[in-house]
């Protein structure tokens, strides 16, 4: 059976080029990117243009903002390692509507969560990357509370299904559960 990882940390922690230096130890390697291009903002279009120019060229890359459950039971068996990244902007997507779909409420959010989790139990490596949020202060806007509270509950679930974590900050991995 395969092994399950998660990577949380902030923003330019180091997650995704820890969650590629795994991935590529176990070949072929399918990436999954949960991001959405929104033209009216440029800084994340340079984000997601820098991202797929760090992939390798022999890399299946998948783009799928919304609907991972479908996407991942289709991959289950597949060989290799499988990288989502990131757990945060695909749940950005679910409870704003983005990506096609309409704004879920927090239970079906982490129920998608929950059958993504679950579709993966194969032979191949998965690694999962989420952004940890609630280091701070409680947010002042209602959406942002909801987000902050939700993106907590989203790492917890994904942490209790996967056989390790880890913690990255300033680019160093800290292993916060299991063993490797």
Not at 16 to 42: E, F, I, N, W
Not at 134 to 162: K, W, Y
């Amino acid at each position: 059976m395969g092994e399950t990882i998660l990577i949380l940390g902030g923003a330019r922690s180091g997650k995704s080029r820890m969650a590629a230096k795994l991935a590529q130890g176990l070949p072929p390697v399918t990436y999954v990117a949960t991001a959405t291009v929104d033209q009216a903002d440029p800084e994340m279009v340079t984000r997601i243009a820098r991202h797929q120019t760090d992939r390798p060229a022999e890399w299946t890359t998948l783009e799928v903002p919304r609907e991972l459950e479908g996407t991942l039971s289709s991959l289950a068996q597949r060989e290799g390692s499988l990288v989502i990244d990131c757990a945060t902007l695909w749940l950005t997507n679910l409870i704003l509507g983005l990506g096609g779909g309409q704004e879920l409420d927090n239970e079906a959010v982490l129920e998608k969560v929950r059958r993504a989790a679950s579709a993966l139990r194969g032979p191949g490596r998965v690694i999962w990357v989420s952004n940890e949020v609630g280091s701070g202060i409680v947010p002042m806007g209602v959406l942002t509370r909801r987000f902050v509270d939700l993106q907590g509950l989203v790492n917890q679930e994904l942490a209790e299904h996967c056989d390790q974590v880890y913690l990255c900050v300033a680019g160093i991995p800290l292993r916060i559960k299991g063993s490797g």
